[in-house]
């Protein structure tokens, strides 16, 4: 068994709570290791649909270790309510622990967040709304409260408090003077009223996943956001403000990289993205709305519609180089299903200079500047959502995943063909097969 991480490898949403879900059943402890509750991950059991945005999509097993890593920020109100929704129907939520060093959201953050947007206008990023990237702002600033701050003497936490007052009225005062001014009295309550509510929760987590591995247990690391929506790797500003990639995994759960066997890629068989911010491959046509239609594409977390397109090769290329992709989980490759043409985004062509790009460029006005270099693939009669095996997939199925595979050089492990725990082909097990099994693509799919 292995140390794995799943990581979003496009714009977010691209099923990782599934694959999560599914994996976990091998795995002994689940950890979310960044953002905070602008992730929605969906878990689908029959009639039954989880939405999840702080615990782990491992919540549904009796006697997984859950662990809400150091990397993310939370909103208690939204832990809280997540954790009654689990009781309420009938899972224990006892192995649920939350790391004493991830950052809270508080209430101001949220305002900040949607004051900034507001201020931008059509500038905006299209956050979710949820007080994200002020809580990270705080965190890299040091004007952050973290989970275990709560748990202070009464007066050192009052203290801090008063500092976080003061520097953040300043900024109110000159930058949004309609929101409301703190103070440190009412966060006081704030934090007495969350140090109850979450006393049987919060834990030293990186002793509790440390102490697992120690035991030789097996850690399924669930990423939340995705790589284009790195705030190092993505495309910036139009970002998230954590690290969605790979390294984050590390730097959001206390463990080395040397611990982690594998990491594995989830992606769409096609592109979406919510919120603003280049798209290549975005269809703005009949085919893009039959995309988000067929593939129900509204946002886990804000319900918005989510922009679709065609696979983008160079963005899932640059996504197995900078998170160190094994394999790739390929989803939804049922909503394709009576489609008669797929397309795959092989590469741009500068509109300006005639310059064909391969490599993800960093510049935003050189991406609002490419239009997509497209191969043609012909699409299948029938549906996949049936086949458990490569092998019972269309022959132009098969065809349209090699040929992802050899674009992008690496190899599909798994392609989830619904949003069922069963729904889904395993072409390679990452959580037991051995780390050279993952080598050429045709020798997995012969
Ligand atoms: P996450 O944020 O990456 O966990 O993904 P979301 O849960 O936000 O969005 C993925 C959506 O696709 C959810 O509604 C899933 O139930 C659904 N889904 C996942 N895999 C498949 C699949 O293979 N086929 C179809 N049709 N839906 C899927
Ligand atoms: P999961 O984990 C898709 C997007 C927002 C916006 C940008 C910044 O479900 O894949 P933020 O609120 O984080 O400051 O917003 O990032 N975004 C997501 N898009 N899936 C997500 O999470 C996202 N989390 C943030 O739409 O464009
Ligand atoms: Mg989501």
């Known amino acids: 068994m292995a140390n794995v991480v799943i990581v979003g490898a496009q714009w977010g949403d691209e099923g990782k709570a599934k694959i999560t879900d599914l994996l976990a059943a091998q795995a002994d402890v689940v950890i979310r290791c960044q953002g905070g509750c602008n992730a929605g991950h969906t878990v689908t059991h029959g009639e039954e649909v989880f939405k999840f945005h702080l615990v782990p999509s491992g919540m549904l097993y009796e006697n997984k270790l859950c ?11 939204v832990l809280l309510k997540e954790i009654q929704e689990l009781q309420s129907k009938g899972f224990s939520t006892a192995n649920l622990k939350l790391s004493d060093r991830a950052h809270l959201t508080l209430p101001f953050h949220t305002s900040l967040d949607q004051a900034q947007e507001s201020a931008m206008a059509e500038k905006k990023i299209g956050t979710t709304g949820r007080g994200i990237g002020p809580t990270y702002m705080d965190k890299v600033g040091r004007y952050g409260l973290r989970v275990g701050d709560l748990y202070l003497e009464d007066a050192v936490l009052k203290e801090r408090l008063a500092q976080i007052v003061s520097h953040k009225n300043e900024l109110l005062e000159k930058c949004y003077p309609t929101l409301p001014r703190l103070t440190v009295e009412e966060l006081f309550d704030w934090c007495l009223q969350y140090r109850e509510q979450l006393a049987t929760v919060v834990a030293d987590t990186i002793a509790l996943a440390h102490d697992a591995l120690a035991e030789g247990k097996k850690i399924l690391f669930e990423g939340a956001q995705g790589t284009l929506l790195d705030v190092d790797y993505g495309t910036y500003p139009f970002v998230t403000s954590s690290n969605a990639t790979a390294g984050g995994a590390c730097t959001g759960s206390g463990i080395g990289p040397t611990r982690i066997d594998r990491v594995i890629g989830v992606m769409k068989a096609y592109t979406t993205r919510v ?69 795959i985004g092989v590469g741009y062509r500068n509109r300006q200079t005639g310059e064909t790009i391969t490599h993800f460029p960093a510049q935003l006005n050189v991406l609002n500047a490419v239009d997509p270099i497209y191969e043609s693939w012909p699409g299948w009669k029938g549906s996949v959502k049936e086949a458990r095996t490569f092998q019972e997939l269309p022959a132009e199925a098969q065809a349209y995943l090699n040929r992802i595979a050899q674009l992008i050089g690496c190899p599909v492990a798994i392609v989830s063909v619904g949003p069922e725990r069963n729904q889904t082909i395993i072409v390679e097990n990452p959580m037991t097969a051995s780390k050279r099994l993952f080598g050429a693509t045709e020798k997995i799919h012969a």
């Open 275 to 343: 919120g603003e911010g280049p798209f290549p491959t975005e269809l703005k046509d009949a085919t893009g709305a039959h995309l988000g239609e067929v593939g129900q594409e509204f946002g886990t977390t804000t319900g918005r519609a989510r922009r679709c397109g065609w696979f983008d090769a160079v963005i899932a290329k640059y996504s197995v180089q900078v998170n160190g992709l094994d394999g790739l989980a390929i989803t939804k490759l049922d909503v394709f299903d009576g489609m008669s043409e797929l397309k």
């Open 67 to 77: 662990i809400i890593g150091n990397g993310t920020v939370i909103n208690p109100q």
